[in-house]
């Protein structure tokens, strides 16, 4: 039977005509997480299901500036394809596009059937079945921050911050923001499905966060995905840009990307919790604490994966840049909010809001794993504010040095998978050496008139 002939897809298909919809947007994440898409007519869908899209897998090895990295499978074999059929099950009306409905994509290898190897949701999925074989079902709640920029003529970047008012911390309305973005921005997520719950204006001008309701790891990803590209589009629908960058601005703070994590047991109890347990945790979760610790210079490849992640890191700017861990101390790299019972989880503050979320979900779940498997109590936690190196071990502190530290970790990388290491490595590497031939304005600056 062909896809135009199942009940499934004709419901589908007349459920969208009822409400409008002409066109499907069927999309997937690439290596670093940005948005690949095809607009596809209603009345091809069936097709679309049946045979799939291609699309060239050379797509996941390709830079923001169109450069195509070497990796193996792409160039040197011909530029060969993927192909994306569409996942219904995650169809959704946009509301700011009218007569347009989205879904996800699932990406496989037309010569093998399987997975392509790039990936990155797929890649949370092989993650995720390690877990479902130690019994636990991870649960994800994504926080993520931004900047909204708006155009500035004549400025070295052509954009400025909107607005770039100081001291609206955790404000909201029109003193912090006004023109509105947030109350349409959320109101348009919410009518997307994605989850969000809360919103407010944060530490720098024109600096943003929304928070999403947890949920199982894999939805959580999938709505932390297409939060990221429903703001940027949104952004640009009203001639502005929102940018997840690390830290667009030397004056300004960066953007974090918070995960809050605990494990549902076979039970669908919260494995994190134990009110007899040290600090009211459960083996498990302390296990995973030190687990995390234990691969955190890893971790931080996929939780900080730009050049530019590492600007973010100092002293007293509340992104961690040392290995620790506290009981409601923001100062410390995995932090454990105050509630317990339901609530039991771990907040990991390593992130950026630059990371693919299902690369930084993947990387933090298969290292919790890996200090369950290991068993080992994390060391004592934090006390008081954090930044002191003479306490806590250094975080990598370039892009290629935690790259170095994700290859050493043979742990972790055989979690994460040969073929997907390999690529991830191969594409950053060339991102460094592309970032090192380039002269900047800073070196111009600083060298031109004296020397």
């Known amino acids: 039977m062909s896809a135009s002939d199942t009940p499934d897809i004709r419901r589908h298909m007349e459920r969208l005509a009822a409400e409008g919809v002409d066109v499907v947007r069927v999309v997937y994440p690439d290596l670093i997480g940005t948005d690949r898409a095809r607009d596809v007519l209603l009345d091809h869908l ?28 792409g160039l040197d074999a011909g530029l060969p394809d993927v192909t994306v059929r569409p996942d219904l099950s995650t169809l959704a009306v946009l509301p700011w596009e009218p007569g347009v409905a989205a879904c996800l994509g699932e990406v496989t290898d037309p010569a093998t059937g399987a997975p392509a190897p790039e990936s990155p949701r797929d890649l949370l999925r092989t993650v995720l079945a390690r877990s479902t074989e130690q019994g636990l079902r991870p649960v994800v709640g ?33 003193r912090a923001d006004p023109g509105n973005h947030l109350l349409r921005t959320l109101r348009h997520l919410r009518d997307l499905g994605l989850g969000v719950i809360t919103g407010n204006h944060e530490f720098d001008g024109g600096q943003y966060e929304i928070n999403l309701t947890h949920s199982a790891a894999l939805d959580a990803a999938d709505r932390a995905f297409r939060f990221k590209a429903a703001v940027k589009e949104l952004a640009r629908q009203e001639g502005n840009m929102a940018t997840f960058m690390a830290k667009p601005f030397g004056d300004a703070g960066g953007s974090g990307f918070h995960l809050h994590l605990s494990c549902n047991d076979a039970e669908d109890r919260n494995a994190f919790d134990d009110p007899a347990g040290p600090y009211g945790l459960s083996a498990t979760a302390r296990h995973a604490v030190a687990g995390i610790l234990a691969h955190a210079p890893a971790l ?56 693919n979320p299902y690369l930084l979900i993947a990387g933090t779940i298969a290292a919790a794993l890996l200090g369950v498997q290991a068993g080992e109590e994390p060391s004592a936690p934090l006390e008081g504010y954090g930044y002191d190196t003479s306490r806590s071990t250094l975080l990598p502190q370039t892009l290629s040095a935690a790259l170095d530290a994700l290859e050493a970790d043979t742990a972790l990388t055989e979690v994460l998978g040969k073929a997907f290491t390999t690529s991830f490595l191969t594409y950053k590497r060339d991102e460094l050496a592309r970032f090192g031939r380039h002269v900047t304005d800073w070196e111009f600056t600083e060298y031109a008139y004296h020397l």
């Open 300 to 355: 931080a490849a996929l939780a900080n994966p730009t050049v530019n992640s590492y600007k973010r890191f100092g002293p007293d700017t509340l992104a961690p840049w040392l290995i620790d861990w506290g009981l409601d101390n923001r100062s410390a790299m995995v932090r454990i909010p105050p509630e317990r019972g339901s609530g039991a989880r771990l907040e990991l503050r390593l992130g950026d809001a630059s990371a």
């Open 142 to 174: 994504p926080e993520l921050e931004y900047f909204l920029l708006e155009p500035a003529p004549g400025t070295p970047t052509g954009w400025r911050r909107s607005p770039e008012n100081t001291g609206s911390v955790y404000t909201a309305g029109l």
């Open 46 to 73: 069936p097709s679309a299901c049946d045979h799939g899209l291609a699309f060239c897998r050379a797509v996941y090895h390709t830079s923001p500036q169109g450069d195509v990295a070497a990796v193996a499978g």
